[in-house]
């Protein structure tokens, strides 16, 4: 087996997808595409973009301007039309699989250099855009508990999460969001983009729109769930609607030491998993398991944990059950730069993102542990886990 290695991962600051406030509301996500493929090659001139041998793109929403992206991203930067490009989708986690597929074609000697990347625009593309359910699908599900908020919901009763459990881990993960930001620890992930600011005005954004800097703990405790009447979920424990654009260059280990390329960690392992889809959040709980149960680890394994924050609920649900860290914040291994309900959840992208940011933080702040896990939930019982490891 051959083995493969991370050679770089950038990604575009995340942005309000909102059509007035939001920074990025003149691009389109195929121009942030755009932005991170071209970093790849800016940041590696002996990579040339003809020897590429697959781009494989996750999205969550593939329609409209999101429609084949990956593939009409490419062709509209520029790129050479010989490279393939394949558009996947499977909700949240479709960067984490482009990116599973990505190493696994390299594994198996049936590639020597991918791109794998992530990418949503969920003001231009909303979520569930253009869905047509299965009527069939009704026999099985009640349709009101299927979308993200309901099963939000569900997983605050079913595993117990408390309102002020959810407030506080919110406000957390604001909070290492901004220290982490202010520490300069995204520099190298994030590659600067020209949008606009509230005003209008041309602006360079270099980091992420969301992260809430003074949190109004008062007026977060008066928040009301959007998603149930008397709920326990609100915006300020949900992730919010997100712009976004993340994307890997991954290498087998004798091409990276060939071209004399850089590189300190590799893929290791990477599973799908599915669950019940009106429960959704807490599919990293079988995914998880699944990986630890395929390579023989067990959470004491591993250094840092990347766990998508769809929401407060399902976080602390799974943190609990897989019990990754404490129960309650702070946390000492999982999401110490802040997590998707600071930085943002431009769906499809995430996944490719967490595992940039995974990359970033074991090099940065867990230098000597072995391995690092990214893991998230996605809509209709969807779930990924990856494990990275030391390269050397
Ligand atoms: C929750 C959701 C419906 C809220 O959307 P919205 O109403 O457009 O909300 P905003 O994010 O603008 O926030 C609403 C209000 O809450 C406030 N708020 C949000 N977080 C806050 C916080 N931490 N503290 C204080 N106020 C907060 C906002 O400031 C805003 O108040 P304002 O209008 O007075 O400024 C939307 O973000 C959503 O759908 N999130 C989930 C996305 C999802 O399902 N993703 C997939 C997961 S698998």
């Known amino acids: 087996m051959e083995e493969a290695v991370f050679i770089d991962g950038v990604r575009t600051p995340n942005g309000r997808a909102h ?47 999101q429609n084949d992206i990956g593939r009409l991203a490419w062709l509209a930067s520029g790129l050479p039309d010989s490279v393939p490009s394949n558009t996947m989708t499977n909700q949240c986690p479709s960067g984490m699989s482009a990116t599973m597929h990505a190493a696994r074609a390299i594994m198996t000697g049936q590639a020597d250099i991918m791109l794998a990347a992530g990418v949503e625009d969920m003001e231009k593309v909303p979520m569930a855009a253009n869905m047509d359910f299965p009527p ?63 005003n209008g005005e041309e602006y360079l954004v270099e980091h992420d729109q969301w992260i809430r800097d003074k949190i109004d703990i008062d007026k977060m405790k008066t928040m009301t769930s959007p998603y149930k009447p008397n709920g326990r979920v609100t915006a300020a424990t949900s992730s919010p609607l997100t712009q976004g654009a993340a994307c890997l260059l991954l290498m087998s280990r004798g091409k990276a030491d060939e071209l004399g390329l850089e590189y300190h960690y590799k893929f290791n392992y990477g599973v799908l998993a599915g669950c019940d889809p009106t429960v959704m959040g807490i599919g990293p ?92 939930c996605g809509a209709f019982g969807n779930a990924a886990a990856c494990l990275i490891e030391k390269a050397k």
């Open 19 to 65: 059509r007035e406030k939001g920074w990025f509301r003149k691009l389109r996500p195929d121009e942030l595409l755009t932005v991170v493929y071209q970093a790849i090659f800016d940041r590696n001139k002996k990579v040339k973009p003809g020897d590429i041998d697959a781009v494989l793109v996750g999205c969550a929403n593939i329609s409209g301007m």
């Open 285 to 376: 709980i079988p995914a998880v398991r699944k990986l630890f149960e395929k390579t023989g680890l067990t959470k004491d394994d591993i250094g840092p944990v990347e766990l998508n924050e769809a929401f407060a609920s399902q976080a602390l649900a799974c943190i609990r059950d897989l019990r990754l860290d404490n129960d309650n914040a702070p946390f000492k291994r999982v999401n110490v730069w802040g997590g998707a309900i600071a930085l943002g959840h431009p769906l499809g992208q995430s996944g490719a993102r967490l595992i940039v940011t995974l990359l970033n933080i074991m090099k940065a702040d867990f230098p000597n542990e072995k391995y690092g896990l990214a893991s998230l």
């Open 136 to 198: 069939r699908l009704l026999k099985y599900y009640n349709g009101a508990d299927l979308p993200m908020g309901p099963t939000a919901e569900k997983v605050a009763e079913m595993s117990n999460i408390s309102r002020e459990d959810m407030d506080n881990f919110a406000v957390w993960s604001n909070k290492k969001a901004a220290e982490a930001r202010n520490a300069g620890k995204f520099k190298n992930e994030i590659i600067p983009v020209l949008g606009v600011n509230d």
